[in-house]
């Protein structure tokens, strides 16, 4: 059994708390879904874009079921764990630093949130994520770029896992 990091203690005592506070904070970013929609990809890359939304990774990296969790899911890395706010949107970006497969595990309060792709063709793509738990997978590929984006109805939570292409 992994033992307790002390120092992570904190983050499990008072969880709900830190989250709360960090989803009222991230409030500032906040597009309705009309203005969402009208957003297109930029004409050159764009890793990812600063959104100014609370990211958990670093509260989470120490846990001692951070290496649990990537062994059992057969990931390589935890690459972000995201809270967004109503309205909140993660911009057009296409993570072209880090090619490989992506696993991202998302929590919605309420459904009507999307996650937006545009296609090899150029054609853009709205999916529409489901209230409570949902998976969504894709890959980011070494010799293209592909450009995707997030906007969150209600409150959404997005922890996110790489795996390498062999």
Known sequence: MAEIDQDALPYLDNWREILEN???????????????????????????PSSGLFNMLDALKPLPTHDLLLDLLDVDEMRNATVYAPGNPMLWHTNSDAPGIRLYYVHNAEAGSLFAYQDPEGAIHYEVEPVGWSVRGFTIPRDELFWHAVWAKGVRVCFGFMREED
């Open 22 to 48: 960090q989803v009222a904070a991230s409030r500032d970013v906040v597009l309705d879904e009309a203005m969402f929609r009208r957003l297109t990809p930029p004409r050159r890359d764009r890793i990812k």
